[in-house]
């Protein structure tokens, strides 16, 4: 068995499967939010791991989950198309959006928190005027069921990944479709996008996670086999350095997005994974599942690990151009003496055991 990570905290109440949970910070306060398939929405004090509010206003079980910025509004979608902004301190209803005909699967804030968007197993995402609660947009274009949206962090475009095996990119403002469909080899079920805006990244019911430029819609080298099951839902850490996979086949993993390869320790479970989240400083992971809890992992040790590993950053900002030059100076220093030893072992008849990688 895989060496497994030890949840720092759990947190019990939901009666159902855990559907989504997310992180909100108000202040000092850092609190995480969860839908379920008991109907509820619940809001969580992280450092107590007390359940400090229940919102019981859905009729059906809710699944889908935004929350503002601020932590002052969580949106929630339910099984039977109906979603619901909340105030998260009064618990009063804000306003309810009745379009869909389905159970609300995804939810997610525009950067600017002035529009919704929301997708449901009817196939048809749709774009919401988040003050008035105006439709101002569907999309129609998928050919079935679309289980995953996500706005870019700029703004200005949204991503849409569906069940007929592609991922499409919108103009955010208009929805005219920006670039040729994604083609994936299975069902996409979320999609999330790189801080700068310019890197797609699926994951699929094969248990593969996919990546894509995003102003040209070319794959990026080949699918990471990530999951034995399907992959239930993507996150990516504020800085951009980790992804997080949740999986029907009762783990969720980390991964690092300059190298791919596993990131410290698998976050078992004994039932499947609906939901990850990092925290807003990426020191904290949220988990939850079949199992009815939301487990809290701390994974600032592992991070330690990844700090002292070579490995350029998934953004390149400037600011890191004068320490990655330096790590290829180390690397280039290595595999030079790698080579000397190299000749010197071959010189004197000695089994070649170690050879410096060929680039």
């Not at 939810?107 to 439709?135: C, Y």
């Not at 005219?176 to 994604?182: E, F, H, R, S």
């Not at 700068?196 to 996919?210: E, K, M, N, P, T």
């Not at 330690?304 to 790590?327: C, E, K, L, R, W």
């Amino acid at each position: 068995m895989e060496p497994s990570l030890s949840p720092i905290r759990s947190l019990r109440g939901h009666a159902d499967h855990v559907c989504k949970a997310a992180f909100s910070k108000n202040g000092n306060n850092l609190k995480i939010i969860s839908t379920s398939l008991d109907k509820t929405v619940r809001i969580w004090d992280v450092d107590t791991g007390e359940q400090e509010n229940s919102f019981e206003g859905h009729g059906s079980r809710t699944c889908g989950l935004a929350v503002s910025m601020d932590g002052s509004r969580i949106v929630s979608g339910a099984e039977d198309g109906k979603i619901i902004i909340w105030d998260a301190d009064t618990k009063e209803i804000i306003r309810c959006l009745s379009h869909h005909t389905n159970v609300v699967i995804c939810i997610q804030f525009s950067p600017d928190e002035k529009r919704l968007a929301s997708t449901s197993s009817n196939g048809t995402p749709k774009i919401w005027d988040v003050d008035t609660g105006e439709l101002v947009f569907d999309i129609d274009d998928h050919q079935d069921e679309v289980c995953t949206m996500a706005y870019s962090p700029n703004g200005s475009k949204i991503a849409s990944g569906s069940f007929d095996q592609t991922v499409r990119v919108w103009n955010a403002r208009t929805g005219k479709q920006q670039t040729q469909p994604l083609i994936h080899d299975s069902k996409v079920c979320s999609i999330l996008w790189s801080p700068d805006s310019r890197r797609l990244i699926s994951g699929c019911v094969d248990g593969q996670i996919y990546f894509w430029s995003a102003p040209t819609g070319a794959q990026l080298g080949s699918p990471l086999r990530a999951h034995s099951d399907v992959i239930m839902l993507l996150a990516i850490s504020p800085d951009g350095e980790l992804i997080a996979s949740a999986s029907r086949d009762h783990t969720a993993r980390l991964w690092s997005t300059s190298t791919r390869k596993p990131f410290g320790h698998v976050l078992q479970h004994a039932s499947q994974v609906n939901t990850v989240a990092f925290s807003p400083d990426g020191q904290l992971v949220a988990t939850g599942g079949g199992e009815n809890i939301i487990y809290l992992w701390d994974i600032s040790q592992e991070s330690t690990i990844m700090t002292n590993a070579v490995s350029p950053s998934f953004i390149s900002p400037a600011s890191h151009v004068t320490s990655y030059i330096d790590q290829v100076m180390n690397l280039c220093l290595v595999y030079t003496a790698a080579y000397l030893m190299l000749v010197l072992l071959s010189s004197q008849k000695v089994p070649i055991l170690f050879q410096p990688p060929l680039h």
